[in-house]
């Protein structure tokens, strides 16, 4: 057999595995005849007993109630396996001999020779059959996907997500959130705060307690600073750990996201939990997202998070505003001597990689954190310091990117 193949032996050898798959499995069987058939497949070709185990004799029970096996051994696809695979190195070793085998040969035992032929056909067929298979697998990836649903009462929804946990996304969040409703008074703000494990929002907004509920059953949220605030933190008591699996989580998040009455508002900021994981998955694909910030220090680590971040929103078709550089420098408050504690530039550097924008530079300064502790916020206790205009002017660059939102 020789050793180099060109393009239009190896497409038609794709093909010809294609149409065999369809032979072995078809694809609109259920679990348990799909199931059936591997086993079925795996016995002639293994030469194992007829009979099975009580799991193969069942599964091929089912097989036949989908018509997958028929109830004369060697009809069906299940009992045709060694003979499948012969085929296919006889259609193999027709296309490495430059066709000179029979037509004879290669006509499959449960087929005529119009199948046959079709794997072996002109190049322009191959490529319109590759055609084909890829609109069908379009088709079903697309069934299988949730169709997005606006939040009631919520015109943009922009989202604040890091790779990374501890690159301060959640403070950059709650500050970004009332830097919106500071640049404009008329504006509406609302946050979720989607991270379930590790709710933060509560803490650094000041805010405590059970919202209620409206005649619809619908929780109210909780509102500080003229911010209308959601989380987990107020569904739990402050130290009970959330111990779930992925299914509860996707359930929260859904709550969160569909039974919160939020009124009219203008933006909602969801603060993301790090990662790209299900819940990102999940808000990206329930709803219309405006926008995507990603929040990550100059530190090569965490940037290496950030960049995975910021493809996973692309292939989702998330558009990715820019990127916000958090901690970027250390004053030193009595000698104002400053000090890149996690790196220069690291963020601009991954945003000429990417394509996209900085958006701003968050200095690393005490006064951040202890006014988060605290339950003040840096943009509402100290709105004239170096970090409160800061935010302010990632939260304009933010606004300025955003598409027109819906009337």
């Known amino acids: 057999m020789p050793q180099q193949f060109s393009q239009r ?17 078809p694809p609109n069987l259920n679990r348990a005849s799909r199931y059936s058939a591997v086993l079925g497949v795996r016995r002639d070709r293994n030469r194992h007993r007829a009979g ?32 499948a695979w012969r085929w296919v190195l006889r259609a193999a070793h027709f296309i490495c001999s430059g066709g000179k085998a029979s037509a004879a040969a290669l006509r499959h035992p449960s087929c005529g020779p119009a199948i046959c032929a079709a794997p072996f056909g002109a190049s322009a067929s191959s490529s319109s059959g590759d055609d084909v298979l890829r609109d069908k697998r379009t088709r079903i990836l697309s069934r299988g996907l949730p169709k ?62 059970n919202p209620e509920l ?6 109210r949220p909780l509102k500080n600073y003229g911010i209308a605030c959601m989380s987990m933190g107020f569904l739990v008591e ?4 959330v111990v779930w699996r992925g299914l509860m989580v996707m359930s929260a998040v859904e709550k969160l996201l569909r039974q919160v ?17 299900d819940v990102q998955l999940s808000v990206s694909q329930n709803i219309p997202i405006a926008g995507a910030v990603i929040v990550s220090t100059p530190q090569d680590v965490a940037l290496l998070d950030a960049h995975k971040g910021a493809e996973m929103f692309r292939k989702v078709h998330v558009p990715v505003l820019g990127l916000v550089q958090n901690m970027s420098v250390f004053q030193c ?7 890149h504690i996690f790196g220069a530039d690291g963020v601009r550097d991954l945003a000429k ?28 206790s100290q709105p004239q310091s170096d970090a409160a205009k800061a935010y302010l002017k990632i939260a304009t660059e933010i606004v300025r990117r955003l598409p027109v939102p819906p009337a």
């Open 261 to 277: 009455d939020w009124g009219q508002l203008d933006y909602l900021v969801i603060d993301m939990p790090p990662g790209t994981g």
């Open 148 to 209: 997005q649903k606006p939040i009631e009462g919520v015109k943009q929804v922009v989202v604040l997500a890091s790779g990374k946990g501890g690159v301060g996304k959640s403070t950059t969040a709650v500050n970004i959130a009332l830097a919106l409703a500071a640049n404009d008074a008329t504006k509406e703000v609302g946050l979720l705060d989607a991270d379930i494990y590790g709710p933060s929002i509560p803490k650094m907004m000041n805010l405590k307690g």
């Open 353 to 380: 990689t990417l394509g996209l924008d900085v958006l701003g530079d968050v200095p690393l300064h005490v006064n951040i954190r202890e006014t988060c502790d605290a339950g003040q916020p840096v943009v509402i």
């Open 333 to 339: 408050p009595k000698c104002k001597h400053e000090t």
């Open 238 to 241: 402050e130290t009970a750990p």
């Open 214 to 219: 409206t005649p619809k059953n619908l929780m």
């Open 52 to 83: 099975g185990g009580p799991a193969l004799r069942r599964g091929r029970a089912a097989a036949r109630r989908d018509g997958a096996i028929s109830a004369r051994p060697g009809q069906g696809a299940a009992d045709m396996g060694a003979l």
């Open 9 to 25: 032996k190896i497409l038609h050898l794709q093909q010809a595995f294609r149409s065999l798959q369809g032979l072995l499995v």
